[in-house]
């Protein structure tokens, strides 16, 4: 086999490995949250999936449940500096119970809401969008070429962040609106100097445009897949249940809304047994109805975990 030249393509698999760790979702990263675990495709990888659990595994010593394949980045951009090879990333999405262990190249959790502060409405709307984002964004709309480039910026930017408008799945349009506006430092575009970010943790190379991906996935497919059970542990309380959903999905959900959904749905049962006492009253505890899936299946239907508002 030849060796590889400067028009070669090198294949590199990603991870967005997400739990919920203190009602606070977050995502497994390497060398102090700059990195997503990763590592390229080789040949003795029998499947794409088999050489990322491998390299999960090799990098956190933390063994991968529930994968998904998430996106494929092939942009022309994306080309290693010394060599000149093309960079083709494939990205999984996988959900996990579990903390991980200390593997070679000091893993860590991250919330995602460091890197995206924008996206955590739970208590409202986040005070950096209304004192950051929008100025820089009303700057941006103001620089356009003419009124027809102001009204389409306009537009984007309400679509975005207003608050009557938000969408949570947008995720990453808000991301790489805010990269094109030049506020945020990188996108998985080459880097430019960017003289005073939108507060949040960057990432490497492109991973946090990777990791806003995620994100967008994660929150849609809550909507309508029984994914939150992936993160929740095997008996848990409604209340639980509700914080894992708002967690995930950045803002807050209306109680007996939810109660009432999760119930009509059939997809969880009591397990006979309440929390213990810490001072408050015990709560019931339910689990997850896996046969749901079957039933569902059967019957051609959707599991949606909707907005219950």
Known sequence: ????????????????????????????????????????????????????????????????????????????????????RRIVSISYLGLTRERSMKGEREPGWRSW???FPWEDWRDGRPAVVA????PKLGTWIDDARDAAAKRERRQRVEQCFEQGAWNDEMTLQRYELLYEAAAVPEAGRPRRPIADPVPGDTMRYDHRRILATGLARLRAKIKYRPVVFELMPPDFTLGQLQRAVEALAGRPLHKQNFRRLVDQQGLVEETGTVTAGTGGRPGKLYRFRREILLERAVAGTKLPLARAE
């Open 131 to 134: 004192k950051v984002i929008l």
């Open 113 to 115: 809401y460091r890197y």
């Open 1 to 84: 086999m030849p060796p590889a030249g400067p028009r070669s393509v090198v294949i590199e698999l990603n991870a967005v490995l997400v739990a919920l760790i203190d009602d606070q979702p977050q995502v497994l990263t390497l060398e102090d949250g700059a990195l997503l675990p990763s590592g390229p495709f080789e040949g003795d990888h029998p499947t794409l999936q088999t050489g990322l659990r491998a390299w999960v595994e090799r990098q956190t010593h933390h063994p991968l449940g529930y994968v998904e394949q998430l996106y494929t980045f092939a942009d022309r951009y994306r080309t290693d500096a010394a060599s000149g």
